[in-house]
């Protein structure tokens, strides 16, 4: 008889307890075992997140303060410090970087991880949970919870489970059970609007939600009800993604016609470093080098660089730069007919690096 050959993934989804709350009570003592709220202190101010002991009381994120004290009258406000944030975030995905390439974040404190293939050729995803776990705790004082499965939901619903510091482990041979057992509004990707629908449905559970066919469910739902009729039967291929790191972030524009006069090549680009700059900043990611790109009417194409020390944020310092390139450039054409500005050496490249930008 034919074994089951079929290869499962492993994937790992890691989620920070508490995030901003924990930071905080990491970086003040004084804040340590009480009930705390990051933001929501201001008049209209709203919490982002509450430490465990102000949980108890009803506490949580996206909450107005005035009903926070009402829940917890000894409440301690404190603001959010996003860069503080930001540096956790950087040191956990590099401890991530330790163990695979392939790390999709989500947000700031949670990411999934393909250890399938990983860098410590460990064959159980289950250790390497544990290991990253530990290094965590070790490298930033902090706690996480881990979900473990064979595909992303459910191990972003297991990392939940059993939080905080907490590691939950679904095998697909009992992937089954679980969903049938889980509650719909626990499903990942079913929002609360929806919750609500399925449960005016009757539908409470993963064994509820599978007695409805896949073409009654689209009915309902639309194009969401054939991924809800495949996920409950633990059917979810999505890869993990990794991001991809930019190395350069860039504009260039094909004229209609050759250009040949100065000012005409001027006037486009200075079109184009507006463009660009509109870009850099949409992108919140500046570069420290500028490239300038011309293609000439023969069809030859001529780059000019600089490079500073620093980022180039300021508009009046980059089109300095591009006209200078442009004027290097201009001793080798006649005529062009594509121009474009480029910025590498990007902020966003050198923080994956781990390193932190001082401009
Ligand atoms: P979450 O992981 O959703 O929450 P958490 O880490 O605070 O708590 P848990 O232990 O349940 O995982 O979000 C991570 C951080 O994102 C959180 O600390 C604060 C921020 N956040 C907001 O700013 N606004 C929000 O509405 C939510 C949900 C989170
Ligand atoms: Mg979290």
């Known amino acids: 008889m034919e074994k089951d050959t079929k290869k499962y993934r492993k994937i790992i989804h890691i989620d920070m307890d508490a995030f901003f709350a924990s930071v905080e009570q990491r970086d003040n003592p004084e804040l340590r075992g009480k009930p705390i709220a990051v933001g929501g202190g201001g008049k209209r101010g709203v919490t982002t997140t509450a430490s465990y002991e102000a949980r108890k009381y009803g506490v949580g994120s996206a909450m107005p303060g005035y009903k926070v004290k009402e829940l917890c009258p000894q409440i301690i406000f404190v603001p959010p410090r996003f860069d503080a944030y930001k540096e956790v975030s950087m040191q956990i995905r590099r401890i991530f970087a330790r163990y695979t390439d392939i790390i999709e974040p989500l947000s700031f404190d949670e990411a999934f991880l393909d250890v399938t293939e990983n860098k410590m050729q460990e064959a159980i995803a289950t250790d390497l949970a544990l290991r990253i776990k530990k290094e ?74 599978k007695k409805y066919s896949k073409i009654e469910l689209a009915q309902n739902f639309g194009k969401s009800g054939s991924f809800y009729f495949d996920i409950v039967r633990g059917i979810d291929d999505r890869p993990v993604r ?21 000012h005409e090549i001027v006037e486009v680009l200075d079109k184009i470093i507006d463009k660009f700059f509109a870009r850099l900043q949409k992108a919140d990611n500046y570069g420290r080098t500028i490239t300038l790109k011309v293609k000439t009417s023969e069809f030859k194409t001529i780059t000019r660089s600089r490079s500073e020390e620093y980022y180039l944020k300021d508009k009046n310092k ?42």
Do not use: H, W
């Open 318 to 359: 980059i089109k300095e730069i591009a006209y200078q390139l442009l004027e290097q450039a201009m001793r080798e054409f006649e005529a062009i007919r594509l121009i474009g500005l480029t910025a590498s050496k990007l902020q966003s490249e050198e923080e994956e690096d781990g390193q932190i930008s001082l401009f």
């Open 242 to 262: 990794a991001e991809r790191i930019r190395r350069s972030l860039g504009i260039e524009t094909t004229l209609n016609n050759d250009l040949e006069d100065q």
């Open 136 to 209: 965590i705790r070790e490298e930033t004082q902090l706690t996480c919870s881990a979900g473990v499965s064979y595909c992303k939901f459910i191990a972003k619903i297991a990392s939940d489970m059993n939080k905080p510091d907490g590691i939950t482990v679904i095998k697909p041979s009992q992937a089954i059970i679980f969903l049938e057992q889980l509650p719909v509004k626990k499903f990942f990707g079913v929002g609360k609007v929806t919750a609500r629908k399925m449960e005016a449905m009757g539908i409470f559970t993963g064994a509820d939600l």
